[in-house]
């Protein structure tokens, strides 16, 4: 069974929760509610896939604002600055897979041997929303490692494609 840890935030109106499937060990998936306040800004070491479930807001991502609604599928690189900027509803909810870079490499190029198949962040397509949702099922119920295995590859595969919105790589910069 996966690693389940509920940590409340310092705030009483955030919830968090992380998921770290024991057959892949170097992905975690958390599941966030906030009400009536925006995330922290953060920057993360490793991919970050972020699925919004409920709430409208905007976000920073260096110097682009992306438009957080439901359905929407966001891939962020690894040291991207993440900067909440304004909320339009009182709570919202995400789901977020994170991907240790390392591992991604690794796992893509046993995944796919001929090549062709490069992360890039964005906002994402349909195909791989359903994807991650199907990643986010298998793993929140411990459903089989090769299941697993075969669903992040089409999560990879799926957040590879461009059928999104590339964000510009300028450099990232926190905001001021």
Do not use: H
Request: hydrophobic share 45%; aromatic share 6%.
């Amino acid at each position: 069974m996966p690693e389940a840890d509920p940590k409340p935030s310092a705030t009483e109106a955030t919830q968090v929760t992380y998921l770290r499937p024991l057959a892949l060990p170097s992905i975690m998936l958390v599941s966030s509610a906030f009400r009536g306040t925006m995330p922290p800004t953060t920057i993360d070491r490793r991919w970050n896939f972020a699925l919004t479930d409920s709430g409208d807001g905007d976000i920073l991502v260096g110097r682009t604002e992306v438009r957080l609604q439901p359905g929407v599928l966001v891939a962020f690189e690894p040291g991207d600055c993440i900067a909440p900027l304004r909320c339009r509803t009182e709570a919202a909810t995400f789901r977020t897979v994170l991907v240790d870079p390392e591992f991604a490499t690794r796992f893509l190029e046993t995944a796919f041997p001929d090549g062709g198949v490069e992360l890039r962040r964005g906002v994402l397509g349909e195909a791989a929303v359903r994807a991650f949702d199907a990643f986010w099922s298998a793993v929140s119920s411990d459903n089989a490692t090769l299941e697993q295995e075969g669903l992040l590859a089409a999560l990879l595969e799926a957040a590879s494609d461009d059928a999104g919105q590339p964000l510009p790589s300028a450099p990232i910069t926190p905001p001021i």
